[in-house]
C-alpha cells in the first residue's frame, strides 16, 4: 500500500518549472559549425560569478559568496544566482546608471539643464517596475515641463539652448537627432546632416524629416522663475520656433525614415509611436544589450546598423528581437535571456589550436572587457573596505578641488568616490558614455588613483581601517591572508605557483609585505577587467 502512495504521489507530483532550450545555443551553434569555430569551455565557477556579479551587480562578489559559491553541489546554482542577482537592489541601482548614462551620457560639468539624479531615481524606478525599454523610450521622447519637476525631461532637455528673444528657447536640435537615432535605432543618421551618406542608403533629406518632427519643440523660462538661469521647461509650440540650419535651406517637412509622413499634427508623439513599433527598435535594443554583457555587439559598432556593418550572427539577431517584443522590451528579461546562456558562461581562456580572434568574433569564446567606472570604483570599494576606512578628508577636499563646489555637503567618501568617477570620466572618450566595452580602463590610471599618497590607499594600508587592516587583527596564517586578499580581488583562490611568490615576498616584510601584495593585486588587468 505504501508503495502505491509512493509512486502515485511521483506519478501525480507538479513538475518543476524549467527554462525553456535559450535561443541563444542553438543559433550560435548552427553558426559555429558553419563557420567551422570549436567553442570554449565552459568557465569555471570563479570566473563565472565574478563575471556575473559584475554585470548585473556592478560589484565583485565577496570572499564568503565565492566560498559558497565555490561549496555548493547545487546543479542548478548558476541560475539561481542569476535570479538572485536580477531581483537584487544592487541590480536596480547598477542598471539604473547604465541605462542613465546611455540617456544623458557620462556626468560632465556644467549639466545646469538637466535633472541627473531625479533621471536616475526615474529610471530606477522603471527598472523596479520592469517597464520596458520602449515605454522608457516613449517617456522621454514626449515628456514635456521643467526636468526638476519631471526627471524624464532631462533627456530633451540637455540639448537646451538660450535663445536669442528671452522669451523662447531651442534645442541643438541637429545633436538631439542624431542623438535619437543612435541610442533607438541603432543608426548613426547625423553623417547625413551636412551631405547624403556616402556609405549609407541614409540622405541629408532622411536628416532633416527626422529634425522635421521636433521643430516645434523648444522651451520657455519656468513659471516659478523670473531667470532663464533658474530653470527651462520644454514645450511644444503651436507654431514651428524657427530652427535655422547651416547645411539645410529648405522647409522642414517631418518624414520617417520609410519615407511615412505623418498622419496628425502631435508630431512628436506620432514619431515616438512609430520608432518603438519598428523593427530597428527592437534590433537595436536587442544589440545593445547583447554589447553590454559580450563587449560587443551583434552589430559592431553597437549603434551603426549600417549597410557594411551586417551582424555576424543574423538569425540569432532575430532571435533576440522575438525575445524583445515578447517579453515586452524588459530590461531583467533580456538580461537573463542572454546570461543563462552557454554562450555568455564560456570561459575568456584561449583554446588550444584555435583561432582566439575568431572564436570572440563569432561569440565563441568571452571576451575580456574593461570595467566601466561604477564598476571599477565598486571592485576597489568592496576589494578594500574603503567605505569604513580612514579617509584623509584634507587630501579628498585637494583631490575634488573644483568639483567639490557641486558636490556639495557630502561625505568625504562620497567626495572621493565622485573625484574618482571624475578623473576616469575626463581620460576617457565622450563618445563613450555608452559603456559597452568602449571605456578603456588602465593600468596608469589606477596606479594614478591608488598610490601612496593618495587617499584610497587607506583601504589597502594594515592600518588604515581597511580590510587587511582588520584582517590581520584576526588572523596571522598567512595562506590564510594570502586567500583572502586574492578572493577579495581576483574573486579565486591563488595557485601554488602565485601562493609560493607572495609568501617569498611578504617574508621579512611583515604587515608592509602583505600591503604590496594587495596594491599588487588590485593594479593587475585581471582586477581592472571583467574577465
Not at 553541489?73 to 535570479?83: A, E
Not at 531581483?87 to 560632465?108: I, K, M, P, Q
Not at 535594443?285 to 551583434?298: D, E, K, P, V
Not at 582588520?470 to 590564510?480: A, F, N, T
Amino acid at each position: 500500500m505504501r508503495r502505491a502512495v509512493l509512486f502515485a504521489l511521483v506519478l501525480f507530483a507538479p513538475a518543476v518549472a524549467q527554462d525553456p532550450p535559450n535561443p541563444i545555443d542553438a543559433s550560435l551553434e548552427r553558426l559555429w559549425t558553419e563557420r567551422g569555430v570549436a567553442p570554449a569551455a565552459i568557465s569555471d565557477d570563479s570566473e563565472f560569478l565574478r563575471r556575473v556579479t559584475l554585470d548585473l551587480a556592478g560589484e565583485i562578489p565577496t570572499p564568503d559568496e565565492i566560498r559558497a559559491f565555490l561549496k555548493s553541489k547545487d546543479p542548478d546554482k548558476r541560475t539561481k544566482r542569476i535570479d538572485a542577482l536580477l531581483t537584487s537592489d544592487a541590480f536596480l541601482d547598477f542598471w539604473s546608471h547604465r541605462v542613465t548614462n546611455a540617456l544623458l551620457g557620462y556626468s560632465r560639468d556644467f549639466e545646469y539643464l538637466t535633472n541627473r539624479r531625479g533621471f536616475h531615481e526615474w529610471v530606477r524606478k522603471q527598472l523596479a517596475e520592469d517597464r520596458g525599454w520602449d515605454r522608457i523610450a516613449s517617456d522621454v521622447l514626449t515628456a514635456s515641463g521643467d526636468a526638476r519637476k519631471k526627471p524624464e525631461v532631462s533627456f530633451l532637455a540637455q540639448f537646451l539652448e538660450f535663445g536669442e528673444d528671452g522669451r523662447k528657447y531651442g534645442l541643438k536640435i541637429e545633436e538631439m537627432t542624431g542623438k535619437i537615432a543612435t541610442t533607438f535605432l541603432g543608426l548613426r543618421l547625423r553623417c547625413a546632416q551636412c551631405h547624403d551618406h556616402p556609405f549609407d542608403r541614409y540622405t541629408q533629406e532622411d536628416f532633416f524629416g527626422v529634425v522635421g518632427f521636433f521643430q516645434r519643440t523648444g522651451a520657455v523660462a519656468a513659471q516659478a522663475d523670473a531667470q532663464p538661469q533658474g530653470g527651462l521647461a520644454v514645450r511644444t509650440f503651436r507654431d514651428p520656433v524657427g530652427y535655422k540650419f547651416e547645411h539645410w535651406k529648405g522647409d522642414l517637412a517631418p518624414r520617417f525614415l520609410d519615407s511615412r509622413p505623418p498622419e496628425t499634427e502631435n508630431l512628436r508623439v506620432e514619431f515616438t509611436e512609430v520608432v518603438v513599433a519598428h523593427d530597428q527598435f527592437a534590433r537595436a535594443f536587442a544589440n545593445r544589450m547583447w554589447a553590454y554583457l559580450f563587449g560587443r555587439g551583434l552589430v559592431e559598432p553597437y549603434d551603426d546598423f549600417s549597410p557594411k556593418n551586417r551582424p555576424v550572427a543574423p538569425e540569432l539577431m532575430e532571435d533576440l528581437v522575438g525575445v524583445a517584443r515578447s517579453r515586452n522590451f524588459s530590461v531583467r528579461a533580456m538580461v537573463r535571456t542572454i546570461v543563462t546562456s552557454n554562450a555568455y558562461q564560456r570561459t575568456s581562456r584561449a583554446t588550444a589550436g584555435q583561432d582566439g580572434a575568431l572564436q570572440e568574433k563569432f561569440f565563441a569564446r568571452s571576451r575580456t572587457r574593461p570595467l566601466a567606472p561604477e564598476q571599477l570604483w565598486n571592485a576597489i570599494d568592496r576589494a578594500t573596505g574603503l567605505k569604513n576606512a580612514d579617509l584623509d578628508w584634507k587630501a579628498v577636499r585637494r583631490l575634488a578641488g573644483a568639483q567639490q563646489a557641486q558636490m556639495g555637503e557630502r561625505s568625504t567618501y562620497e567626495m572621493l568616490r565622485g573625484w574618482f568617477l571624475g578623473m576616469l570620466v575626463r581620460t576617457s572618450n565622450p563618445d563613450a558614455p555608452a559603456n559597452l566595452g568602449q571605456y578603456s580602463a588602465n593600468v596608469q590610471q589606477v596606479l594614478y588613483a591608488m598610490n601612496a599618497e593618495g587617499p584610497i590607499w587607506a583601504g589597502i594600508r594594515s592600518k588604515g581601517s581597511g580590510l587587511l587592516d582588520k584582517l590581520l587583527l584576526y588572523q596571522d596564517d598567512p595562506d590564510v591572508i594570502l586567500e583572502q586578499l586574492f578572493l577579495s580581488t581576483l574573486g579565486r583562490l591563488p595557485s601554488e605557483k602565485e601562493r609560493d611568490r607572495c609568501r617569498k615576498h611578504q617574508a621579512g616584510r611583515g604587515e608592509k609585505g602583505y600591503e604590496n601584495v594587495f596594491w599588487a593585486l588590485l593594479n593587475t588587468d585581471e582586477f581592472i577587467f571583467n574577465h
